[in-house]
């Protein structure tokens, strides 16, 4: 049928369904992909309306099995009653008899269910405790070879040969050149032409903490920790945007596209705006608008629209305008 499909954004899931009742007592979706699962989700009603999740039968589910932790949101169309939120489940799932949540809300005719995932876990056929698959380390591996990191790695960390002294607002690194100038053609402009920075062997980085440098050298060293770059995303990102570093910009991107909800879409929604971020500021809108979730935002939105840049609000007025154009 029509509306069997499920639309997918972030690790967020949502199935829009046209019939449900009497005549249709029971759906299942087509195959959605969060992770590396191909997913399923169906409704029936027996005494109760029942919403199950479960895995695509396939290789992948059967060698890793998924151990999922997430939470299901049923909004019933043209009724002014609170949606149903379930409680956080966590559940390994093989199969559609693993998982079945009852529904107390009246289901009947249009309706929407929204699955977010809060993590994805392979399970081990062996036992012990599963890997999570967000956020995966080999995104921050480069190619070089691990004696090469642990060359690199103390080259910065005992300041072997170290010819450049970096100022942040709580303390001061070294570095050098060579490595930051391969990195950025702003750091290799600084050391090119006669700039302050050649004269003084001194960079002065003064939106930045040392901590936050710390790991914006961790990464042009090729050290980086995936913890490290979580925790300081959005320094990095500026640092990206403001030395021309592409490659990091992009993974930035990327990651904040990559757990968009509704505690930060709006936040998220200016970066993209002050960086240029358009995978992202259109990743913010389609999961404002065409996932429906600006009516979870409504008090935030009128704070947003003071503080927000003109011509962002003006561009969101006119996507709001496409999307309830009347047809």
């Not at 402009?189 to 710390?214: A, G, Y």
Request: aromatic share 10%; proline share 4%; charged share 25%.
């Amino acid at each position: 049928m029509t509306d069997s499909k499920v639309e997918t954004i972030a690790r967020l899931a949502q199935w829009k369904i046209d019939s449900f009742g009497p005549t249709t007592p029971y759906r299942r979706s087509d195959p959605f992909k969060i992770g590396i699962w191909n997913w399923h989700l169906s409704v029936e009603k027996s005494r109760s309306v029942y919403i199950r999740l479960f895995p695509e039968p396939s290789r992948v589910s059967k060698e890793q099995p998924p151990v999922a932790r997430f939470v299901i949101r049923v909004t019933t169309a043209g009724s002014n009653r609170r949606p149903y939120i379930s409680p956080i489940h966590e559940r390994l799932l093989r199969t559609s008899d693993d998982f079945a949540c009852p529904i107390d809300i009246n289901c009947q005719g249009r309706f929407i269910i929204d699955v977010e995932f809060l993590d994805l876990k392979i399970c081990p056929l062996n036992g012990g405790e599963g890997s999570s698959i967000w956020p995966s380390d080999e995104t921050m591996q480069n190619l070089a070879t691990q004696s090469t990191f642990k060359c690199l790695s103390r080259m910065l960390n005992e300041s072997i040969h170290a010819d450049i002294t970096i100022n942040t607002t709580d303390g001061k690194l070294k570095a050098h050149k060579a490595i930051l100038s391969a990195s950025s053609p702003v750091f290799d402009s600084m050391f090119t032409h006669d700039l302050k920075e050649k004269e003084s062997s001194t960079i002065d980085i003064e939106d930045m903490t040392c901590e936050s440098c710390m790991a914006l050298l961790s990464y042009l060293y090729g050290t980086m920790r995936s913890e490290d770059f979580w925790k300081h995303r959005l320094a990095l990102l500026g640092a990206a945007n403001k030395y021309a570093i592409v490659d990091l910009k992009d993974a930035c991107e990327e990651s904040l596209l990559e757990d968009i909800n509704t505690g930060n879409v709006l936040e998220r929604l200016q970066e993209a705006w002050i960086f240029q971020l358009g995978k992202l500021k259109k990743g913010c809108l389609v999961y404002l608008l065409d996932f429906g979730k600006i009516y979870d935002v409504r008090e935030e939105m009128n704070d947003f629209f003071r503080k927000a840049d003109r011509e962002l609000v003006v561009e969101m007025f006119q996507e709001l305008l496409a999307v309830w154009k009347p047809t």
